[in-house]
């Protein structure tokens, strides 16, 4: 059992943002649904409060009106193996959002994602300060990340 779950608040939109989120991850689903009546505070039959997991993770999405909005202060960290993945993963989630930089981009919904491969953080950290230095440099320039881009400025390319 996971012992902590991410809660997303969204104005109106959060089965939509389950659904474009299970469409971009395998191994997802949705969990429970949990459906405003005639108590409101929602319109009835919308989503009150959508339990779903993408690629095992378990989220928490709340259709709880316009009071709170995203911020970059909190993001999700998808890590992908392959460029491949990394390139799959950068445009669905950026498709109607924005990207930014260093791996980073916002959602159609205004959520926050940084798409990065593990091996930036191994190059990052690498015992050689001149190699870790180049790294971060091609990082910095770069919107979404590429692998093979970081392997050069790390091999002094």
Not at 5 to 19: I, K
Not at 66 to 82: D, G, M, N, R, W
């Amino acid at each position: 059992m996971q012992k902590i779950t991410p809660f997303l608040w969204f104005d109106t939109q959060a089965e939509e943002a389950m659904n474009f989120y299970l469409s971009i991850f395998k191994n997802s689903q949705v969990l429970s649904c949990s459906r405003y009546g005639d108590a409101g505070p929602g319109p009835k039959g919308a989503v009150m409060v959508a339990k779903f997991q993408l690629d095992g993770q378990d989220f928490m999405a709340l259709n709880g009106g316009p009071h709170f909005k995203f911020t970059e202060a909190i993001s999700l960290v998808v890590s992908c193996e392959t460029q491949e993945e990394i390139d799959e993963k950068w445009e669905k989630l950026a498709e109607g959002g924005a990207k930014s930089q260093c791996g980073w981009l916002k959602d159609k919904f205004g959520l926050s994602w940084q798409i990065v491969p593990p091996i930036l953080e191994e190059l990052l950290q690498d015992k050689d300060p001149e190699k870790s230095k180049r790294v971060m440099a091609a990082m910095m320039k770069m919107t979404k990340i590429e692998i093979a881009t970081l392997k050069q400025a790390y091999d002094g390319q």
